[in-house]
């Protein structure tokens, strides 16, 4: 995590401030009365706070919990469900892997690994069931069961 | 009860009549002020000035009730004043801002001063003068950098220390004056001011050590039982504090002080609309004892002042600034930000009504913060786009 400096600002409240792994230079204004601000410093004058965004003590709840909700999320999506052998997972499609761009048939998957493709996710949409002749595309996300080891075969078999 | 009621029932009526249209008067006035983003501060002064003595419309109601009103309003201002604060930020304060504040002091207070005595005015009145000038309006500087969405800037904290620095200043500074305007012979002054200053220090110590203890006493209870508590521990200690010659305002403002936590947020939501009607009475009640013609005259040395402490000013924040390392756009904000003067100014100009020279003082006063408070604002808004004095950073990559 990267480091926090504390600033006091009396009569107002605290300012906390950390620079992001991107470099940006973030603070969090904290009011007295439990008001938040949240602030962005810009490299052509650093020391003016720009893209004020202003929060009741409810939103600053609101926000936490989406931003450590979606890490929990996060945390669920990689781990495999085990139901008495059978293993669920997410791999996704890279513009790298060499089955982008083909069907589902053409990488002859299930006789390779063992692990079948029950649903693909693209985007908003997810198509269930998928038939030979599906064509997956990058970024697809292919949802796939089978025993442990057969997706592991599976997810070198979409990596490579 | 009734009987005292029914005989003066007549002039009750009229007081009432008279007091309820002021107060519309000012509403309509702090609307119009926030609808101009600025403080109504000078408005409320215009229109004391307007039913004052030689005014357009002459108000007869009773000046005991309205002067001891205004002084209650100098006491809750003080104490919300305090209640922003906590001890660590003091201390935060005191340590990053003491140098910034020495030179805060000198550079302001000296224009007061020395006009003051160029005027030909009495020493005290001079002195008084010297902290008009000197203290900025913590009031209307946290209301510009809110306004302008400038909390979370670099410049900020070195900006909020110098007022803190200001603020705890005048715990030494109002003793002084009241020792001064006592007028008592030299040793007896010294005497005086030692005593405040120990019981200032003191006072101090003890509210913020005390504070967490205190502050859980009158945790429990409902709200109203908070409001009079608190009310009266502000008028109680403020009175104490004037007995000993310290000035009930700091005695109030270290009642604020003392207060923490739950207790500090609860008092500030109950005691913040009653500090703003009784505020405005004392605003009010300034400009209404001065003649609308002393102020006329006072315009064009106000007018001088202004140029002059608005540079000293900026050079203040100039200073402060560069010290946490802000660049010279920063310091040019931090600068400007500080211009305003206003209710301290009003406070300090209010102590000496009783001098020869008080009637010359409230009126120069008045039309500085009038000024002061309309000038700074505004130059605080448009302060990225004014001419910056050449920084050294820039000579060296225009060099290298």
Redesign the interface.
């Known amino acids: 995590m990267a480091d926090i400096t504390e600033?006091?600002?009396?009569?107002?409240g605290v300012?906390y401030e950390f620079t992001t792994a991107d470099g940006d230079n973030v603070?969090v204004?904290c009011h007295?009365?439990g008001r938040r601000?949240i602030?962005v410093?810009t490299s052509d004058?650093?020391?003016?706070?720009h893209s004020?965004l202003s929060l009741g003590s409810d939103d600053s709840r609101t926000l936490s919990e989406m931003l450590g909700a979606s890490q929990v999320s996060e945390a669920m999506h990689a781990m495999e469900q085990r139901i008495e052998g059978l293993a669920l997972d997410w791999l996704e499609v890279t513009a790298e892997s060499s089955l982008t761009g083909r069907t589902l048939a053409d990488g002859d998957l299930r006789s390779r690994t063992g692990a079948s493709i029950v649903a693909v996710i693209r985007g908003e949409t997810t198509e269930p069931a998928p038939g030979p002749d599906f064509v997956l595309l990058a970024g697809d996300v292919a949802v796939a069961v089978g025993s442990p080891e057969s997706l592991e075969q599976l997810r070198v078999a979409v990596r490579s | 009860m009734t009987g005292v009621l029914a005989a003066a029932g007549g002039e009750v009526a009229l007081a009432f009549v008279e007091i309820g249209a002021v107060a519309l008067a000012l509403a309509m006035l702090s609307r119009l002020a926030g609808r101009m983003g600025i403080t109504a501060i000078p408005l409320y002064l215009l229109a004391g000035l307007a039913v004052g003595e030689g005014g357009v419309a002459t108000l007869d109601v009773s000046e005991d009730f309205i002067s001891l009103a205004a002084q209650i309003g100098v006491l809750l201002l003080l104490f919300t004043l305090g209640l922003?604060?906590t001890g660590?930020?003091?201390q935060?304060?005191l340590r990053t801002g003491a140098v910034p504040g020495i030179v805060d002091a000198v550079a302001n207070f000296a224009p007061g001063l020395g006009l003051g005595l160029l005027l030909g005015w009495e020493t005290t009145a001079a002195v008084l003068l010297g902290g008009v000038t000197w203290i900025s309006s913590?009031g209307v500087v946290?209301k510009v950098l809110t306004d302008l969405?400038?909390?979370?800037?670099?410049?900020?904290?070195s900006i909020?220390?110098l007022?803190?620095i200001e603020d705890l200043a005048m715990a030494i500074y109002l003793p002084v004056v009241a020792a001064l305007i006592a007028g008592q012979d030299a040793a007896a002054t010294v005497l005086t001011v030692m005593g405040a200053v120990v019981a200032v220090v003191v006072i101090l110590v003890l509210a913020i050590r005390f504070g967490d203890r205190l502050s859980a006493m009158l945790a429990g209870g409902s709200d109203e039982s908070l409001l009079l508590t608190v009310f009266g521990l502000t008028l109680l200690v403020g009175g104490l504090a004037e007995q000993v010659q310290v000035s009930s305002a700091i005695g109030a403002f270290l009642v604020g002080l003392a207060l923490t936590g739950q207790v500090?947020?609860r008092a500030e939501e109950l005691i913040g609309p009653l500090r703003d009607l009784f505020a405005a009475t004392f605003f009010l009640f300034f400009s209404f004892q001065i003649e609308p013609s002393t102020v006329a005259e006072a315009l064009v040395p106000a007018v001088g002042l202004t140029v002059v402490t608005v540079f000293t000013k900026v050079l203040s924040g100039h200073i402060s600034a560069g010290r946490s390392g802000?660049?010279p756009?920063?310091r040019m904000?931090a600068g400007t930000a500080l211009i305003a003067r206003g209710e301290f100014s009003i406070v300090i100009a209010s102590l000496g009504v009783s001098l020869a020279d008080g009637d010359d003082l409230g009126g120069l006063a008045a039309a500085y913060v009038l000024l002061t408070a309309i000038v700074g604002p505004l130059a605080a808004k448009y302060a990225d786009s004014l001419p910056r004095p050449p920084s050294r950073r820039r000579v060296l990559t225009s060099g290298g």
Do not use: W
Not at chain 1, 45 to 49: H, I, T, V
Not at chain 2, 149 to 157: C, D, F
């Open positions: 600033i006091q600002l009396p009569g107002v300012r603070g204004v007295h009365g601000e602030v410093y004058d650093p020391d003016r706070a004020v | 922003e604060y660590e930020e003091l935060t304060g913590s946290s969405k400038r909390l979370g800037n670099r410049e900020t904290p909020l220390n007022l803190v500090r947020d802000i660049g756009a920063g904000r």
